[in-house]
């Protein structure tokens, strides 16, 4: 199985902050990489997919990048709705894991 | 409205069998995977497995297969997750989400609220 590992585990930051969560993949999964978050008690929400290409729908302050085994997600300027736990998952073979997740919270 | 909307939170007693329910609306039912996602109690997301609903066919990871049982009723739009022999580490939210089985997405793009599964 391909194991997803992101960094850091959780991250305090404040309202219009920029930040950025990585995620490493235990082989190369080429671009077959995805963003959700999920606020407490409700159901992951897909923010980006093939490690760059924005959901329909999701802001643009939200943006991905990498390829192989390095990925990262930023967050241009952080907005109160954004703070939840943030999860990568790769595509490229079955079974489709997840990382560990990141807590966001709020400084 | 495009959705999967789940049944409602179970309790069961360890041994017992439960199955959880996924209702697909707002689009064809046939042309996406349903996937079926494990939440432990404060813990991560991990996937169990997925079925065809056009063919019945089914892929599970290997941590879970034996003893969960994936089925769909196309004349509804339907999928089921059937879990048996329970033990309280089943305890937990199960997530239905779709895939485009022939699309360019290849990510869990709409999801249901969620089952709460509670064994004791």
Known sequence: ??????????LSASVGDRVTITCRASQSIDRYLNWYHQKPGKAPKL????????QSGVSTRFSGSGSGTEFTLTISSLQPEDFATYYCQQSYSPPRTFGQGTKLEIK | QVQLVQSGAEVKKPGASVKVSCKASGFTFTDYYINWVRQAPGQGLEWMGWINPKTGGTNFAQKFQGWVTMTRDTSISTAYMELSR???DHTGVYYCARIEISGTTDAFDIWGQGTMVSVS
Do not use: F, H, N, V
Request: charged fraction near 5%; hydrophobic fraction near 40%; avoid cysteine.
């Open chain 1, 1 to 10: 199985d391909i194991q997803m590992s992101q960094s850091p585990s959780s």
């Open chain 2, 86 to 88: 329970l033990t309280s």
């Open chain 1, 47 to 54: 923010l980006i997919y093939a490690a760059s290409t924005l």
